[in-house]
């Protein structure tokens, strides 16, 4: 192998060394039991990272990190690396001490989306338990609101424009050990005890932040250079799928990262 390519592929799979939990296996009990995050953890989640080594090896793919195999790749390489980041943002969507309660900026966005958090709560769990089949459920920044969604499989909110604040793992290994099929018992010790608003308040500050500098990037361009500057995707009016989005650097908060190796470091 070229000496350049080996170090692009050393690279991109240091990229894709399954992140460390930010808590103890059992941190999450009595509410989510240490065998299914152990489970979750060492089999699905690092299954997801298995298949994808063995997907993309010999493949262009190879020398990729994590976030271009989301946004350019379809099939089993996009849905296994669709899989590693969502389950990233699982573990981090939850903490072991209390949900506690949504703050500062994002408590008033939640106050003028819903008209408060009981709202929120209410179409968080309807949302959730009404999705069929395995998914993800979210709670997303929808261009300058909050928004509750569900996608299907592996599929997330970064494909349709959207910003991830907080997910919940909707897949029946997430939760069937510890409530069997009452999907909706397990929706509610998410919301009530574990949810990381703190988390998601540093998501919607991040996004706002992303949002805010994408508008003034095109607020403050001179008309005459316009044609020449390289065209920024950008969510589509409609909301509907086609246009590919993700605004990773949105979710890169160096506070909210574990320390070691990182998969999902930009390199623009
Ligand atoms: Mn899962």
């Known amino acids: 192998m070229h000496v350049a390519r080996e170090l692009l592929f050393r690279c991109a799979m240091e990229h894709l060394k399954l992140k460390p939990l930010p808590y103890d296996m059992h941190a999450l009990e009595p509410h989510i039991g240490r065998e299914t995050v152990a489970l979750h953890y060492e ?14 090896t010999s493949k262009p793919e190879e020398t990729a990190n994590l976030e271009w ?24 969507s939850m903490q072991p001490d209390g949900a506690g309660a949504p703050s500062g900026a994002l408590n008033e966005a939640i106050t003028s989306t819903f008209g ?45 424009g959207d910003t991830a604040i907080l997910c919940v793992d909707l897949w029946e ?12 018992r397990y929706l ?18 991040n996004a706002r932040r992303a949002l805010r500098s994408c508008d003034a990037r095109v607020d403050d361009r001179p008309p005459k250079l316009a044609r020449d500057r390289p065209r920024t995707p950008t969510p589509r009016e409609d909301g509907l799928p086609g246009r590919l989005y993700i605004d990773w650097r949105a979710q890169q908060d160096s506070n909210l990262r574990p320390s070691g190796p990182q998969p999902d470091a930009l390199s623009n």
């Open 69 to 92: 195999m989301i946004r350019r790749s379809e099939g089993a390489i996009f849905n296994n690396a669709a899989q590693i980041w969502n389950h990233d943002f699982y573990w981090r």
């Open 116 to 160: 408060g958090f009981e709202r929120l709560r209410r179409d968080f769990l309807e949302a959730g338990a009404g999705h069929f089949g395995s998914g993800w459920l979210w709670l997303v920044s929808h261009r300058d609101s909050l928004r509750i969604t569900t996608t299907p499989d592996a599929d997330l909110p970064g494909r349709y």
């Open 43 to 56: 089999k699905h989640h690092a299954g997801y990272a298995r298949r994808l080594k063995e997907l993309i």
């Open 173 to 184: 290994h997430a939760y069937y050990l510890d409530y069997h099929d009452e999907r909706a």
């Open 188 to 205: 509610e010790a998410f919301i009530d005890h574990l949810a990381n608003w703190e988390f998601a308040g540093a998501n919607w500050s």
